[in-house]
C-alpha cells in the first residue's frame, strides 16, 4: 500500500513539473536593442519582459519594463523580422508606451496576429520586434492614423533599419541566441552576419 501511495504521488509530482516546464517554454524573454534614442547608459536600466503566444486566441500577451521610446515616438507597432532574407512584415498597433515602468510596475499589451500566422506558423520569421514610430501614428484610442510602410530605423545611425527596442524569438523558430561580445548585450538571428547588434 505504501508503495503504490509512493507511485501515485511519484506521478503527480511528475505531472506537476512536466506542466510547469511546458508552461515555462511558453514565456520568452524579451530583449531590449541597445541603440537608443535618448537612453542614458549610467541611470536607466535595460529593457526586458516576457511574452507568450495563445494559440486559443492568436495573440501574444507581452509584459515589458524600462522600456523608453525617443522624444515625439512614443507609438509602438509590431512586426515580425526574417534575419536571412532581411524582411520584415508588418502585424499592427500596439498602443502607446506606458511611461515608468520599472521593477512590479510593468506595462502590459496583447498583439493579435494576422489570419495567416494564427496558427502558431511564422515560417521563415523569426522574431517578433517593436518599434517606436511618430506619436502622431496613433489617435487617443489606439487608432492607426499613419501605417509605418517599414520599421523605423534610429536617430542615432539612420541606415539602422530596423532598430527594435523589444524583441523576442517567435513560437517554433529556427534561430539562436548570439552575444554581441560584452556586457548583457545579445540578439536572436539565425544569420547573425546579417543582422546588427544593437550595442
Known sequence: MRNRICSIMGAAIAVVILSTTVHAKEVVPLLGGLLIDGYDFKNDIGRKG???????????????????????????????????NQKSEYLGPVGWLKKDTAGKNKGRFRIAVPDKFKSGNFGSYEIIGFTSEKTGSLDVNNKVLQKPSEPSGSDIQKALKPAYYLFAALPGADTDLHYCGHGQDFFYAKAPEKQVCYD
Open 50 to 84: 516576457s511574452i507568450a503566444f495563445d494559440e486559443k486566441t492568436g495573440e501574444f500577451i507581452v509584459s515589458y519594463s524600462a522600456l523608453k521610446m525617443p522624444p515625439g515616438r512614443r507609438a509602438i507597432f509590431a512586426w515580425v523580422h526574417d534575419t536571412v
